[in-house]
């Protein structure tokens, strides 16, 4: 990975690229192909928080390997959980660190460093941002708080992205709600509802 120092400009291009999408799916794939490029890294992930198994599901990579991504489970309580409950995490040695769900994929995959950062959505965590590097690496401030800025800002696309989809789809409804094809006729007949005399 290069030696980043994090300015307007690069977070300007990342805000532009994931701003532009209106799609959930496509704000994560977006949001982890900036995120890699700006940083120069191996590779970026992002996951979100399943609470009915607490699993971390991936919702988008960029750089890594199907292998690695398809390594097993990933635990929210054990895989770097501070990430989730606290804030960034920045591991420099993978394949020695408790942290690390899965030391010895990561090491197979060529993983040396690893950033982890939650995203957040009014204030619940709804997942983790992180990005993966070839070689040993100490992230900076200016990285931290460069990873942070993506992960909230497409914490909020995705959320406004998915607003959008819901209100759409409501929009949708109430259009075929008013089409006459999709309902049954209001009119009623003048002894509709009436009971019949029986002599």
Do not use: C
């Amino acid at each position: 990975m290069g030696t980043h120092t994090m300015h307007y400009e690069t977070l300007l291009k990342v805000t532009e690229a994931i701003s532009m999408s209106k799609d959930p799916e496509d704000v994560v794939v977006i949001t982890v192909e900036a995120l890699k490029t700006a940083l120069k890294a191996k590779g970026a992930a992002l996951f979100l928080v399943n609470r009915k198994n607490n699993l971390l599901e991936l919702a988008a990579a960029n750089g890594l390997s199907r292998d690695y991504l398809e390594k097993g489970p990933l635990s929210a309580v054990k895989s770097i959980p501070d990430s989730l409950e606290k804030g960034p995490v920045a591991i420099y040695d993978v394949g020695d660190d408790p942290r690390i769900q899965y030391p010895k994929e990561a090491r197979k995959e060529g993983i040396a460093s690893l950033l982890s950062v939650p995203i957040a959505i009014h204030g619940q965590v709804i997942g983790t941002l992180r990005v993966y590097t070839a070689e040993p690496w100490e992230f900076t401030i200016d990285d931290v708080n460069l990873v942070q800025a993506v992960a909230q800002i497409a914490g909020m696309a995705i959320d406004i992205a998915r607003l959008s989809r819901g209100y759409k789809h409501s929009i949708e409804i109430l259009k075929s709600m008013r089409d006459p094809r999709q309902r049954k006729s209001a009119r009623r007949t003048p002894y509709e509802g009436v009971p019949k005399y029986v002599p």
